[in-house]
C-alpha cells in the first residue's frame, strides 16, 4: 500500500530538503473531527491534515505532529483518518507523532510539541484566536517558520511584536488567507490594478448557525465573527487597493445580536457584524475611498450554500462584481432533501484516475503548499522572508492592515465611537 500511495510522486533531483511540520489545533479545519465524529460542514475530512499528508506524498513534506489540549481525542482522530482519508486515497499515509499523549490532557503541550522541533522546521497554528500570539512567538523565538489561520493575532501591539521576532530570527510566517488563490478573487485581485483609483468596496460572507455548535465554546468569549469571516474580505480588499497606494484611516462598526444567544452562546455573542473604513491614498488626502464589510454566522441553514461570499469593487475607472457562493455548479440528492451548490474549487474531495488524492489545484490547497515552498526556499538559502513579502503573498508583514482593521472594528463596537488609525514611521496605532 505505501508503495501505491507514492507512485505518482515526482520529486526534482535538486528540490530543497523537504519540511517537518507541526500542526496545532486537532478540531475541524485540522482533520475534520468535531464532537466525536466527522464534521457537519464541508470540511468533513478537513484541509490542513489532509493537505500536508498528501504533500508528504508528493515529497514536499517530511515528519508530521499534531498537537492538541486533550490527547484522549487521539485515537478516535487517528481512525477518523484511516477510515476517511487512507482507505479513501489508496492507502495515504496519516501517520502522525501525537501530543499531549493518549491519557493526558495539558493546554501547554503545544511548548513539548515544538521544543521537540529544530530550526527550520515549522508548525501550523489552527487554534481560537486568543491562543495565537503565544503559540506563534513561542515558535518564532525557536526558530521555526509559522503559518496562523486568520486572524493572524487580534491587535495590532501582538501584530507588531510578532513581525519583530520573526525578523529577528529570520524566520518565514505567513497567514492562511486562503481567498487570495481564489481563481476569480486572484484575477479580481489583477484587474483592479488598471480600473484606476479605489473608490468603493462592498462584501458579505456567512456561515449557516450551525457551525455555531462548532464554535459555540469560544464564540463571543475569545472572539467574534468579524475576525472569524470579515477577515476574508477585509484581507482581499487591502492587497488589492494596497497596490494603489491605499490605506486605511478610520473604522466604524455595528453588531447585530439575537440569535446566537438564543442557541445557547455566550450572551456577549453577536449574529452579524459590519465594518466600515475609511480610506485615503497617499500622498493625495483628496482621494477617498469607503468599504464595508459584513459577515454573519446566523444564515438560514437550508440556503444550500455553506457560506454565502462576495463583494463589489468600484473604481474610478471600472467596477468589479464577484459571487463565489453559487459557481455553476448545483447537485439535487434525494438524501440530502434539497439542491446543493458545492465549491471544489476550495477543496476538492474527489480522487485523481489513480486513486490519489485529487485536490492540488483546490486554493485551499494551494495556500499550504505556497507556505511549504517558502519554508524550504528559505532553509536552502535560495530565498529570505523579504523576499516572500515581496512577491505580495499573505505574509505577517503584508497583512497588518487587516489585523488594524479587525481590532478597530471590534473597538468601535466596545466603546462605540469612531476608531482612527494612524501610521507613523511605519509603526501602526489606533487612535
Known amino acids: 500500500m505505501a508503495a501505491e500511495a507514492i ?11 523537504p519540511l517537518n511540520v507541526l500542526m496545532v489545533g486537532t478540531g475541524e479545519y485540522t482533520t475534520g473531527f468535531v464532537g466525536g465524529g466527522a464534521s457537519g460542514s464541508d470540511k468533513k ?11 508528504r506524498r508528493r515529497g514536499k513534506v517530511a515528519k508530521l505532529g499534531m498537537v492538541g489540549v486533550n490527547g484522549t481525542k487521539f485515537p478516535a482522530i487517528r481512525q477518523h483518518l484511516e477510515t476517511n482519508i487512507s482507505k479513501v486515497y489508496n492507502g495515504l499515509d ?36 486568543t491562543t495565537h500570539y503565544p503559540i506563534a512567538l513561542y515558535a518564532i523565538e525557536r526558530g521555526i517558520h509559522v ?79 468579524s475576525y472569524y469571516l470579515n ?10 487597493v494596497s497596490q494603489l497606494g491605499f490605506v486605511p484611516v478610520k473604522v466604524s462598526a455595528s453588531a447585530a445580536k439575537g440569535i446566537a444567544t438564543s442557541l445557547g452562546c455566550n450572551e456577549a455573542t453577536e449574529d452579524t457584524i459590519t465594518v466600515m473604513v475609511t480610506w485615503q491614498k497617499r500622498g493625495d488626502p483628496s482621494k477617498v475611498a469607503t468599504g464595508v464589510y459584513t459577515a454573519s454566522w446566523t444564515a438560514p441553514q437550508n440556503a444550500g450554500v455553506h457560506s454565502n461570499q462576495y463583494f463589489h469593487y468600484m473604481a474610478s475607472r471600472g467596477e468589479i462584481r464577484i459571487n ?23 477543496m476538492k474531495y474527489a480522487p485523481d484516475e489513480e486513486g490519489n488524492f485529487g ?24 530565498l ?48
Open 45 to 55: 475530512v478537513g484541509v490542513v491534515g489532509l493537505t500536508l499528508f498528501d504533500l
Open 94 to 129: 496519516c501517520s502522525f507523532d501525537s501530543y499531549p499523549a493518549n491519557d493526558v490532557k495539558d493546554p501547554d503541550a503545544y511548548k513539548t510539541a515544538i521544543d521537540a522541533l529544530k530550526p527550520g522546521d515549522a508548525i501550523t497554528i489552527f487554534t481560537p484566536d
Open 359 to 382: 485536490g492540488q489545484t483546490g486554493y485551499g490547497y494551494i495556500s499550504f503548499e505556497k507556505f511549504v515552498d517558502g519554508c524550504r526556499a528559505v532553509n536552502s538559502g535560495a
Open 147 to 225: 503559518l496562523i489561520t486568520k486572524p493572524a493575532v487580534k491587535t495590532l501591539e501582538h501584530h507588531q511584536a510578532l513581525m519583530e521576532a520573526a525578523k529577528k530570527h529570520n524566520v518565514y510566517v505567513y497567514i492562511e488567507h486562503h481567498k487570495r488563490f481564489d481563481p476569480a478573487y486572484s484575477d479580481a485581485r489583477y484587474k483592479a490594478q488598471k480600473l484606476g483609483d479605489f473608490n468603493y468596496f462592498y462584501s458579505y460572507m456567512s456561515q449557516p448557525k450551525s457551525q455555531l455548535e462548532t464554535f459555540k465554546a469560544w464564540a463571543g468569549v475569545d472572539s467574534d465573527i
Open 7 to 17: 507512485k505518482s510522486a515526482i520529486v526534482p533531483a535538486n528540490s530543497p530538503a
Open 384 to 431: 529570505k522572508p523579504a523576499d516572500l513579502d515581496a512577491r505580495g503573498l499573505p505574509t505577517l508583514n503584508n497583512t497588518i492592515a487587516t489585523t488594524a482593521i479587525l481590532e478597530a472594528g471590534r473597538r468601535s463596537i466596545d466603546e462605540a465611537r469612531e476608531i482612527k488609525i494612524e501610521i507613523t514611521d511605519g509603526s501602526w496605532r489606533l487612535v
Open 324 to 346: 463565489q457562493a453559487k459557481r455553476g455548479y448545483d447537485v439535487a440528492d434525494d438524501a440530502v432533501g434539497q439542491l446543493v451548490w458545492y465549491n471544489p474549487f476550495y
Open 231 to 240: 477577515s476574508h474580505h477585509v484581507d482581499i480588499c487591502d492587497s488589492m
